[in-house]
Nanobody, 119 residues
Framework: QVQLVESGGGWVQPGGSLRLSCAASGATFTIYAMGWYPQAPGKQRELVATIIWNGVGTYYTDSVKGRFTISRDNAKNTVYLQMNSLTPEDTAVYYC????????????WGQGTQVTVSS
């Protein structure tokens, strides 16, 4: 069992920045990848950024390229999402997700953190 705890959400004005964090903990496991999925009211949860844990591999959806940066701290089993130039369209609950490869392939989700962009 893996637990994910997100933090860093909040309210920011358009053009502002926020940094989200997600820490994974639990029994012995090996992370394969971690990602961020915002879910706006009335919309489906969608992937905006993901990072491969052991290697060089990141993915960004077009809407966040150049504005968001995903990074990791392997020693802390923590993934970060630096969000710059935020717009009201970025308002959502941001969920962290991890795919682990050991002891077996499984997906886990965090509880979500609210990001609100408004003036």
């Amino acid at each position: 069992q893996v637990q994910l705890v997100e933090s860093g959400g909040g309210w920011v004005q358009p053009g502002g920045s926020l940094r989200l964090s997600c820490a994974a903990s639990g029994a012995t496991f090996t992370i394969y990848a971690m990602g961020w999925y915002p879910q706006a009211p009335g919309k489906q949860r969608e992937l905006v950024a993901t990072i491969i844990w052991n290697g060089v591999g990141t993915y960004y959806t077009d809407s966040v390229k150049g504005r968001f940066t995903i990074s990791r701290d392997n020693a802390k089993n923590t993934v970060y999402l630096q969000m710059n130039s935020l717009t009201p369209e970025d308002t959502a609950v941001y969920y962290c997700e991890t795919t682990i490869s050991r002891p077996r392939f499984e997906d886990y989700w965090g509880q979500g953190t609210q990001v609100t962009v408004s003036s």
